[in-house]
């Protein structure tokens, strides 16, 4: 899709694909960034060079799709230095034999990403290191997102799919299996962990995720731009940070069809984003002091009560308490509460009191003897790991990455308050336990500047929604990929447009998909309550990354 570009686009855009060029067969516009074509077999040649000369060391997404004649991966890479500085490699195939190299060998978190675009499209992938189904159970007949599946056709799963899934590729003949999961509270979810013991140590992990698939995307396909998907995105994280992933939707669909949002909306959504982001780390703090000490009922206890009042605030603003459905294209569906100043005054006693609160969490989980032992250079990540495997969040900020899309692709009102990102070196359980009770002051921080504006903000120019056109239809084949920063981490949407008011490809980039990814390289070698911490630490929703 074509469309204007400006002379610092353009400078950047070489600069991009200078390395590369010799390679590129055609190049196309993304909405959100330039878009090479490349061929099939020279995926790993041209995703090193870019890595590595281009600075293109983030795999934020890769995107699997079907049209009429041919099969496409999209490779969506950003600099973690700077994710304003991105590129999207598409790798077309053709469609009676749609294979093309892995990425795998060059970004490890495209791994997982390829062989969910194997299991739905039938995409394979030269050289990958375990391209098997990750969604659905591997007798599963067909691949459901391809133009012939044949939804007629029974699927049975047959015995073999619950044998011993690691027994090929064990470290010895004495080492043991152990089922994880995947109704456990420990999993947060219905997680399934394949682990196998040798003696009391983790010898190997294998995530087996997909028990939670609800085809979210399938169904955002299937809905209207301007009303009928906005409900979806609060289904995908019921930590209660259901405003972030309705921002996530909003901003791709908005830069899409190229709708601006109000200044004053975009204070209400900032403001909104920041409460949601407290509801997610707080439910965090909560079930972390179960994971790890079972008798922290009152850290439980502490975090609900703390939850009830934020949940409190976005209920009189929003009418919901999980599933909230308060941002439109656009803006937002209606204004602040009325009276303002009793739903300000709200706000400031829970603010004024969060401190003493937070203080409370230290003195019973940080400054605690036993958590520190079993968080302490435990489910080490270094932020090399991190980066290999896309992770982003408090769980790259935890390894010391500093990235953050509200700071480094700026969005809403962030760019205009005064916050800081908070980021930890230990690289351990314990750190990122840190970050997120620093985001939580950080969030109160942006909030408490918010509340100031809205206070002061004019009678008459309170605009909550632009003028948006009744049915939206963007251009066929116009592309788009744009993220923001959820709780958890970089919660990404692409779309593709082919003209008319549904999208012909919805694709999720949940940020726990890549960090459930990490378990085997951070649980090898530690112990069983080892691996429980460290799947706390990464605070995983199964709605997020099986989606």
């Not at 920041?274 to 009922?297: I, K, P």
């Not at 840190?434 to 918010?450: D, G, Y």
């Not at 490809?505 to 112990?527: C, D, N, W």
Request: some cysteine.
């Amino acid at each position: 899709m074509s469309r204007t570009v400006g002379v610092r686009e353009r400078d950047a855009h070489a600069d991009l694909v200078e390395p590369i060029r010799e390679y590129v067969t055609d190049e196309e516009t993304h909405e959100n960034a330039p878009a090479v074509v490349i061929r099939a077999d020279e995926v790993q040649t041209v995703l090193s060079t870019l890595k590595t000369e281009a600075g293109l060391d983030h795999c934020a997404c890769v995107t699997a799709q079907e049209y009429a004649d041919r099969f496409e991966t999209i490779y969506h890479l950003r600099s973690y230095d700077d994710p304003t500085r991105e590129l999207s490699v598409v790798v077309p195939t053709t469609s009676d034999r749609p294979c093309s190299e892995s990425a795998a060998p060059v970004y490890r978190t495209a791994e997982w990403h390829e062989r969910e675009a194997y299991d739905l499209l039938g995409i394979e992938y030269d050289d990958h290191p375990d391209l098997r189904r990750i969604l659905l159970p591997e007798t599963w007949q067909g691949h459901p997102l391809s133009r012939d599946y044949d939804q007629s056709q029974p699927q049975i799963v047959t015995f073999r799919e619950h044998q011993h899934l690691l027994e090929d590729r064990r470290t010895g003949p004495d080492t043991m299996y152990l089922n994880m999961g995947p109704h456990h509270p420990s999993t947060h979810g219905v997680l399934h962990l394949n682990v196998e013991l040798d003696g009391e140590e983790v010898a190997a992990v294998d995530p087996d995720i997909g028990f939670i698939h609800r085809c979210e995307e399938q169904m955002c396909q299937s809905k209207t731009y301007r009303h009928q998907i906005m409900p979806y995105p609060d289904r995908w994280d019921w930590s209660g940070a259901g405003l972030l992933n309705e921002w996530a939707y909003a901003r791709a669909a908005e830069d899409l069809a190229d709708i601006d949002v109000p200044e004053y909306a975009q204070v209400i959504r900032t403001m909104c984003a920041e409460f949601s982001r407290m509801l997610g780390h707080l439910l965090a703090f909560g079930t972390y002091a179960l994971d790890v000490v079972g008798e922290f009922n009152v850290v439980w206890q502490y975090a609900v009560r703390d939850r009830e009042l934020v949940q409190g605030i976005l209920e009189d603003l929003t009418g919901q308490r999980l599933m909230f459905n308060y941002f439109r294209l656009g803006g937002v569906a209606w204004d602040l509460p009325d009276p303002c100043e009793a739903f300000f005054e709200k706000i400031y006693s829970f603010l004024d009191s969060l401190p003493e609160k937070v203080q409370e969490y230290h003195d019973l989980m940080t400054n605690n003897e036993i958590l520190q032992m079993r968080t302490v250079d435990t489910g080490y990540l270094s932020p090399e790991t991190a980066k290999a495997y896309g992770c982003t969040g408090p769980v790259a900020r935890g390894s010391g990455v500093d990235y953050d899309l509200r700071r480094d692709d700026p969005y809403g009102y962030y760019d205009e308050l005064d916050w800081s990102v908070a980021t930890e070196d230990g690289g351990d359980n314990f750190s990122r336990l840190l970050v997120r009770m620093r985001e939580v002051e950080e969030s109160a921080k942006i909030i408490e500047q918010c509340v100031d504006l809205l206070e002061a903000w004019p009678e008459d120019d309170r605009e909550i929604q632009a003028n948006v056109p009744r049915t939206i239809r963007p251009d066929p084949d116009t592309e788009i990929y744009r993220a923001v920063e959820a709780a958890k981490g970089e919660l990404g949407i692409y779309i593709r447009s082919d003209g008319t008011d549904t999208p012909a490809r919805f694709k999720i980039r949940g940020p726990s998909f890549s960090h459930v990814q990490t378990l085997p390289v951070m649980a090898e070698g530690e112990y069983i309550p080892d691996l429980v911490a460290t799947i706390g630490s990464l605070d995983p929703i199964m709605g997020d990354v099986d989606r």
